[in-house]
């Protein structure tokens, strides 16, 4: 639903499941420069709360994200300036890095960056109105979010290609068969079951959560047998910290 707060991310927790929302409705949740700053912000809040064990990333209004907003292209007043506030604040980076599972529920027009803000979170579900593009090859542009690396490692060579160079519309239905979404649900379930899921997560300990994504998401690129000895080495860090004594 959409938020009267004037502020372009809201942040809340429910219990041990942290709750961000992109907050711009009347432009569909186009990502510019306050968005990026408080999720930048939000993100860092689940990253340092030692409480939160899972995260959910939804959008207000009719859409969950249509991705950057064009009217803010080209507006820094330095290049140079733009390149350093995009290094120090690197949304995606910290996204992905966040030590305990995450869920994008998607809904309406979820297009170019907002698509790949959902493929940078660890599971996605989606409402039946979910419509789904990549249409920056026809701008000229690359998805430049990470999108040629997240779409080709959640759907696949062949499919990820196919959205990326063709910019084509897929609903939500498509997204289920190609392995883009894990669920389909009624929009006035969304929230719901989004919930729902972050708290199964957030029974396992945060530490258990944060090592079983390093061992997957680390070994993706590797050769088997690279990628267990980094399940091995994970494994064996694991052990040691339950078994070491704790203060009191």
């Not at 996204?95 to 869920?103: A, E, G, K, Y």
């Not at 027009?109 to 660890?122: F, H, P, Q, S, W």
Request: hydrophobic content about 45%.
């Amino acid at each position: 639903m959409a938020s009267e707060s004037g502020e372009a991310v809201l942040y809340k927790k429910r219990g041990a499941v942290a709750w961000i929302i992109l907050n711009r409705p009347r432009q569909y949740n186009a990502y510019n420069v306050a968005m990026r700053d408080g999720l930048f912000a939000a993100l860092g809040a689940v990253h340092d709360d030692s409480e939160v064990r899972a995260m959910v990333l939804t959008g207000a209004g009719p859409a969950f994200s249509t991705g950057g907003d064009l009217a803010e292209f080209g507006s820094a007043p330095s290049p140079i300036v733009a390149r350093w506030v995009r290094f120090r604040r690197d949304v995606w980076g910290t996204l992905r890095s966040i030590p305990v599972p995450t869920i994008a529920a998607v809904h309406g027009y979820t297009v170019g960056g907002g698509l790949e803000m959902a493929l940078l979170c660890d599971f996605a579900i989606a409402a039946e109105d979910t419509r789904i593009s990549l249409p920056e090859t026809g701008s000229g542009m690359i998805p430049g979010v990470a999108g040629t690396q997240t779409a080709s490692r959640r759907l696949g060579l062949g499919r990820a290609l196919d959205l990326c160079i063709t910019g084509r519309w897929i609903d939500a239905r498509d997204a289920l068969l190609v392995g883009l979404v894990a669920e389909v649900v009624p929009l006035s379930s969304l929230d719901r079951r989004a919930l729902q899921m972050a708290r199964e997560f957030s029974r396992i300990p945060r530490e258990m959560s944060a090592t079983l994504k390093l061992a997957v998401w680390g070994g993706l690129d590797l050769p088997v047998q690279a990628g267990l000895e980094i399940e091995r080495r994970l494994a064996r860090r694991l052990e040691r910290s339950r078994a070491a004594p704790r203060r009191h």
